[in-house]
């Protein structure tokens, strides 16, 4: 999947920045702002949502997108109210 996303979201004009666990992408996000994050909800060294709350301590305004293909509708509603801008 994210290799499929990478491939997908590939624009000139976009630098897209992709990693494979939650550690990863935090390390990624401490070194360089992005505009937004795509987040999976499942990643193998952390949730996803406990991840959402770390990139919220670091910045409060960065649109967060949290994704999964196992979520359930609790799930969404707590990704929510941990301030997720939304949810697919």
Same mark, same amino acid.
């Given at each position: ?16 920045? %992709? ?10 996000? !401490? !070194? ?7 987040l999976?909800? +499942? ?8 991840a959402? +709350? +770390? ?12 994704? %999964? !293909?196992?979520? %359930? ?5 707590? !990704? ?9």
């Open positions: 999947v994210l290799y499929s996303l990478e491939k997908g979201l590939a624009d000139e004009e976009l630098r897209i920045v %992709t990693a494979a666990t939650a550690r990863e992408g935090l390390a990624a996000l !401490a !070194a360089d702002r992005p505009d937004a994050v795509l999976d909800v +499942q990643l193998p060294d952390l949730s996803g949502l406990d959402l +709350q +770390q990139i919220r301590a670091h910045d409060a305004r960065l649109p967060v997108i949290l994704m %999964t !293909a196992h979520g %359930t509708a609790d799930t969404a509603i707590e !990704a929510m109210k941990r301030g997720a801008f939304d949810y697919v």
